[in-house]
């Protein structure tokens, strides 16, 4: 934290904000670090000292730090019509512009937009969507919420509870709790800790048969919907088997289930496309989610891009449901779609989508060369999105002891070496902007690959580990 501590931003910090997802008491008692500018792939703290961000601010900077033109356009924006909302019959030119920009690059029929300033609300957008749309066929008991553990789709009360990272529950109350919950919960698919002996069909009919069971058990009719990540994310980046989605979103249509695919992650590039959905999992569901990197993390912005079928359900007269009444101060806020457009722009020009397809190999592979190492159990990912999971025993895939923070120790190695990491328990999370070059990768798998080497030997002087 050179040049930080005992100023007084770092002292007003401490005192007075309370941080997303902020660690008792470790947070209060270390303060916060701070960065001051970024560009390209890098960041700087106030002392000058330069970081490569190997997390993309958070899953978000796809087209990288100091874009003079995304600046631009959000000042020229914000000079000619700051804002204005977009309730009932009001719009903007940028709000327009970018619902028909995001409607020609999803797939199938999703043209219809809906703007929400992040992921969780717009997580909790669609499944209001997905509640009115049964309502307005006058079936109000189609409400429950199938989604899965270890997925996260946000921090609102509603898409909190959607998500299934079981640590993060804790402190709060959940609609996923108590004897008639809306919220229920699948098994995530993990390949790495799949049931020994299970072949990859095989554990892919089994994920299939329990979502099958539990459409039994509480009965289609009740069900509004089916929430999932096309690669889990904040989870640990969890990729499930070989044609589970296709086939979760058959069972979907057989049982008239809406299908909500969660691209807030995964969307504009993270894994080599626009939308994964399609290209990548053969299925065009009825809702996609995003945010994130549909303005790169320049400013908030989320979307919730649904089918015309839906619309034109909605849209007919009807005295059950006359007035969608949802919506955001700030939704279509014309500067972040400005914002947006311009993103998009540079990622088609500049073919981001395609130039992740063509170093995705290179990221893997240098990932991959840390399985020598004595304490990575896994290494997996797609495109721009990796984790690295770290275990006692290789053989056993046993876990370290919470209390070793195995995750966090490598975290901060990497960040004594200049390389930002997002350690989330046992693991450390990559999702660096688009814009990372085949050298930056080289040196990022060998900047990891000395803190590693490092937290080791540590773990061994502390008896803690004596692989």
């Not at 008491?25 to 960065?35: A, H, Q, Y």
């Not at 499944?127 to 946000?154: C, E």
């Not at 800790?193 to 072949?199: D, E, K, T, W």
């Not at 007035?323 to 972040?336: D, R």
């Amino acid at each position: 934290m050179s040049g930080q501590k005992g100023t007084g931003y770092f002292e007003d910090d401490r005192r007075h904000l309370l941080h997303p997802f902020a660690e008792f008491p470790g947070s209060l008692e270390d303060g916060s670090r701070f960065f001051a500018r970024g560009e390209g792939a890098w960041i700087y703290d106030p002392g000058g000292q330069r970081f490569l961000d190997g997390i993309g601010g958070l899953w978000c900077v796809n087209i990288g730090y100091g874009r003079e033109e995304m600046v631009r356009a959000i000042a020229d924006q914000a000079s000619a019509m700051p804002y204005y909302n977009t309730f009932t019959d009001m719009s903007s030119e940028p709000a327009a512009t970018l619902a028909a920009k995001l409607g020609s690059l999803a797939p199938g029929d999703l043209k219809r937009v809906f703007f929400t300033s992040g992921g969780s609300l717009s997580v909790d957008t669609a499944v209001r969507l997905a509640h009115y749309y049964y309502q307005a066929q006058g079936r109000p008991s189609k409400k429950l919420i199938l989604a899965r553990r270890d997925s996260y789709h946000g921090s609102t009360y509603l898409a909190a509870s959607i998500s299934g990272i079981a640590p993060n529950r804790a402190g709060f109350h959940h609609l996923a709790d108590g004897e008639s919950p809306l919220v229920h919960h699948l098994e995530c698919p993990n390949l790495y800790r799949a049931p020994a002996g299970l072949s990859e069909a095989g554990y892919l009919d089994s994920l299939i048969a329990e979502l099958e069971s539990r459409i039994a058990e509480l009965g289609a009719e009740n069900i509004a919907c089916f929430v999932a990540e096309p690669i889990i994310g904040a989870g640990g980046v969890l990729i499930a088997p070989r044609g589970y989605h296709r086939a979760a979103l058959e069972v979907c249509r057989q049982h008239d289930i809406l299908y909500i695919c969660d691209e807030v992650v995964t969307g504009f590039g993270r894994l080599g496309w626009m939308f994964c959905s399609e290209p990548l999992y053969d299925i065009c569901p009825d809702m996609i989610v995003c945010a994130k990197g549909i303005s790169s993390g320049y400013i908030p912005l989320g979307a919730v891009i649904f089918s015309e079928r839906i619309f034109e359900c909605i849209s007919k007269p009807n005295p059950r449901t006359s007035v969608f009444s949802h919506g955001f101060t700030y939704s279509g806020h014309p500067v972040a779609c400005a914002a947006g457009i311009k993103n998009i722009e540079i990622l088609e020009r500049e073919d981001l989508c395609g130039r992740v397809r063509t170093l995705a190999p290179r990221f893997k592979q240098a990932l991959a060369s840390l399985t020598s190492l004595g304490i990575v159990g896994d290494v997996r990912g797609e495109g721009f999105m990796h984790a690295i999971e770290f275990v006692a025993d290789k053989r056993g895939k046993q876990s370290f002891d919470s209390a070793v923070a195995i995750g966090k120790r490598v975290a901060e190695a990497a960040y004594d070496r200049g390389l930002i990491a997002r350690n989330v328990g046992d693991l450390i999370i990559l999702s660096p902007p688009l814009i990372l070059t085949g050298e930056q990768i080289d040196d990022l798998a060998q900047t990891l690959h000395a803190a590693i080497r490092t937290v080791m030997e540590d773990l061994r002087r502390e008896s803690l580990w004596s692989g």
